[in-house]
């Protein structure tokens, strides 16, 4: 049987529940054991494929194409696993379903209710993934806020399950705020008040995360144990750091995977994996060091191109480089006549993916301010087709030349809505999702990068470099360096003549981790390095 740990958060959001339970996970993978992760979003959204990123943050695909909430991408890269549409639920995929089994007459006509039916249905999913994955252990982290309107049902159905499977194989994690007054002294009473609120639903947690910005006091750890009945060794101080890599190591300081263990009752092994401890001392003093201009236009939230900025970071630890990023708003260089000046001491330049013709041409700026001075240049996904567009224009001389999302009138639609998206209309869950192989041309930069000729990568998007195009601009000096296995699609495109410039329809940066860099991030880093040494 699988043993059930369960992630609550109290008192605010973006509490940090998702880094624990991505920390835990790594803990216990370190040991050896088998771990899945599931996050539970109490959101009526069948996923998270239609949200605004300003919003939510980055939409993160898995490999059988689940458009999911971003801590997923946490979960992958803290773990190395690989994870399914089956460790992403929501209130809305689950009032779905439920009701699809009303409406067929799976309920042999009985009033369809909140307890038991939705409640057997969340504790229905979490029970399969441990059927489907023979894991030991099971996180399944819990979205929003304790004392929320839309957590009571999620919350009632993890209640029952400690139940269903014995409080001896299930253990309840709550991470809430120690709030910090301006003159230094340190409030536990919002923490008190979380625990009180998810004791009314039945659940007395085993182990507190105290997120804080500074060490807890003794008499502040048992002032929480005597309030909030807690053994003072299950509360854990969770300390605000700029390295989130390094959380990991600082629970296993503190003992929380011995902890974690003795409630669950598995075998106490030491942990027979250190890399992790290796990686991050590497993030702590890194022997170099390069600048990244991200160019999008969804600059203004850190959270909007995570997976982008998490694997430029791999690429770094890969050439033992900090990379530092500037964010450049792509809005701001259309008609900018002094545009150069923000990519004065730039090692590189990236365009990320995205939606929509808003700040396309800033986008296209910045591509030919790489392609003619020779910076290096990586675009994912709408990057790949902005660095074809300007390509198109500049060298091929098609003058106007466009995507047909941008201009459904352009004389020249390099980049066109794919076939089999040519009928559909709804825009969630539709798009061309999940992992698909690549075939490798010989002798090119994305080939020396893999040193494979087949890949494997996750895609998310609509439109695709136009194939009538491809001869001219083939012979112009683009290759197209990566093909699916049919020939029909272009799936990564390098010119030719400059020293790193590619772009790839797929996105790469949701299979980098930091133990396995992603080969292009590292690539390109190396390139940034390069370029900056020879300037």
Not at 42 to 65: K, S
Not at 275 to 285: I, S, T
Not at 344 to 355: C, E, S, Y
Request: hydrophobic letters at 35%.
């Amino acid at each position: 049987m699988a043993r059930h740990i369960f992630v609550t958060g109290g008192v605010i959001s973006g509490i940090g529940k998702g880094i624990t339970t991505a920390s835990l996970g790594r803990l216990l993978i370190n040991r050896g054991f088998k771990v899945m992760a599931i996050k539970i979003d109490p959101y009526l959204n069948l996923d998270a494929g239609t949200m605004n990123p300003f919003e939510h943050g980055e939409v993160f695909v898995t490999r059988d194409g689940a458009e999911t909430d971003l801590d997923l991408g946490n979960y992958e890269r803290f773990t190395g696993i690989d994870l399914n549409q089956n460790s992403y639920i929501t209130s809305g995929s689950v009032y779905s379903e439920v009701i699809a089994k009303e409406r067929r007459g799976d309920y042999l006509g009985k009033t369809v209710q909140l307890i038991p039916h939705l409640t057997d249905e969340i504790k229905g999913r979490i029970y399969q993934m441990g059927r489907d994955n023979d894991a030991e252990v099971i996180i399944t982290e819990i979205g929003g806020t304790i004392g929320d309107f839309e957590t009571p049902p999620f919350v009632e159905a993890i209640r029952q399950m400690a139940v269903e499977v014995g409080r001896e194989n299930t253990l309840f994690i709550h991470v809430s705020l120690i709030y910090t007054l301006p003159n230094g002294e340190s409030k536990s009473k919002p923490t008190q008040h979380s625990i009180r609120t998810l004791q009314e639903y039945g659940i007395q947690p085993d182990l507190l995360i105290c997120r804080t910005s500074h060490p807890i006091e003794e008499g502040m750890r048992k002032k929480i144990s005597l309030l909030c009945g807690l053994q003072e060794e299950y509360i854990v101080e969770g300390l605000d750091t700029n390295l989130v890599d390094e959380i990991p190591l600082n629970f296993e300081r503190q003992g929380m995977a011995h902890l974690v263990i003795k409630k669950l009752g598995l075998e106490d092994r030491p942990p027979i994996n250190t890399e992790w401890a290796g990686m991050v001392e590497k993030l702590r003093r890194p022997k170099q060091s390069t600048r990244i201009a991200i160019v999008g236009k969804y600059v203004k939230g850190s959270d909007t191109y995570l997976s982008v900025q998490e694997a430029l970071k791999h690429g770094g630890i890969a050439n033992e480089s900090a990379v530092n990023i500037k964010w450049i708003d792509s809005e701001t260089l259309i008609d900018n006549q002094n545009f150069a000046e923000q990519f004065q001491g730039i090692g590189g330049i990236l365009v990320p993916g995205g939606f929509g013709v808003r700040g396309i041409e800033g986008m296209i700026i910045a591509i030919r301010y790489a392609h003619e001075n020779y910076i290096p240049f990586f675009g994912l996904c709408l990057g790949m087709q902005c660095m074809v567009i300007e390509f198109a224009r500049n060298v091929a001389n098609l003058k106007n030349a466009n995507s047909s999302e941008f201009d459904p009138e352009t004389p020249h639609p390099v980049i066109d809505l794919m076939l089999d998206q040519q009928d559909k209309s709804n825009l969630g869950g539709t798009m061309r999702l999940g992992l698909y192989p690549c075939v490798l041309k010989m002798n090119t930069k994305s080939y020396a990068a893999y040193g494979q000729p087949i890949i494997l990568e996750r895609h998310r998007h609509r439109y695709e470099l136009n194939n009538r195009y491809r001869d001219q601009l083939e012979s112009e000096g683009l290759c197209l360096s990566g093909l699916s296995p049919d020939d029909s699609l272009v799936e990564i495109a390098e010119v030719a003549d400059h020293p790193w410039m590619v772009g790839s329809q797929f996105h790469p940066e949701f299979q980098s981790k930091p133990l396995v860099p992603h080969p292009l991030f590292r690539d390109f880093i190396q390139a940034a390095l390069q370029y900056q040494q020879g300037r």
